[in-house]
T-cell receptor, first 116, second 110 residues
Framework: GAVVSQHPSRVICKSGTSVKIECRSL??????MFWYRQFPKQSLMLMAT?????????EQGVEKDKFLINHASLTLSTLTVTSAHPEDSSFYIC????????????FGEGSWLTVV | GNSVTQMEGPVTLSEEAFLTINCTYT??????LFWYVQYPGEGLQLLLK?????DKGSNKGFEATYRKETTSFHLEKGSVQVSDSAVYFC?????????FGKGITLSVRP
């Protein structure tokens, strides 16, 4: 089946540094990818919609300058958390829409970010 | 706005027990409804879906029926297995955006 790979699965970074998370569709092209964030015992919250070749669309309340999204190819979207702080520690998960597969949404494995 | 409400967890059952996980939703239009499952150490996987009222989604022995009159999409399985232990998320989709419930952890004892 279609696979979406996220990397890294776990990352620890120091406050004030930036960290990049990659989301790749391994066997299909995805013009649209989505980034979610999940706090413990909370639901997944959509952060932004990533569109290949254009700017991402951010949900209300999500800081564009803090969470940089780049979707430079049909198989890769990246989320960069800039100047990370401990409150950014969370589970980040991406999904990709496979247009050629009936617009089915496939999720990555998620990335645990811990900012110390 | 759109929202999904799931019953509080966690849920612990013995093997072969009957499972019901409640899910209700509010939406500004006519959403599609989904159940996703996250097994330990893995990403989210689509379990089943229904795209219109009275549709029944089914997969791996799980079923859920889209009830427009009660705005519900409860998940059921007649006989759970240890391998069903996972986190289950109810979700709705409108305009290609997914809105998730909080998820509920199911643990099945041998």
């Amino acid at each position: 089946g279609a696979v979406v790979s996220q990397h890294p699965s776990r990352v620890i970074c120091k406050s004030g540094t930036s960290v990049k998370i990659e989301c790749r569709s391994l066997d299909f092209q995805a013009t649209t990818m989505f980034w979610y964030r999940q706090f413990p015992k909370q639901s997944l919250m959509l952060m932004a919609t990533s569109n290949e070749g254009s700017k991402a669309t951010y949900e209300q309340g999500v800081e564009k300058d803090k969470f940089l999204i780049n979707h430079a190819s049909l198989t890769l979207s990246t989320l960069t958390v800039t100047s990370a702080h401990p409150e950014d520690s969370s589970f980040y998960i991406c999904s990709a829409r496979a247009q050629a597969l009936g617009n089915t949404i496939y999720f990555g494995e998620g990335s645990w970010l811990t900012v110390v | 706005g759109n929202s999904v409400t799931q019953m509080e967890g966690p849920v612990t059952l013995s093997e072969e027990a009957f499972l019901t996980i409640n899910c209700t939703y509010t939406a500004t239009g006519y959403p599609s409804l989904f159940w996703y499952v996250q097994y330990p150490g893995e990403g989210l996987q689509l379990l089943l879906k229904a795209t219109k009222a009275d549709d029944k989604g089914s997969n791996k022995g799980f079923e859920a029926t889209y009830r427009k009159e009660t705005t519900s999409f409860h998940l059921e399985k007649g006989s759970v297995q240890v391998s069903d232990s996972a986190v289950y998320f109810c979700a709705l989709s409108l305009n290609s955006k997914l809105t998730f419930g909080k998820g509920i952890t199911l643990s099945v004892r041998p």
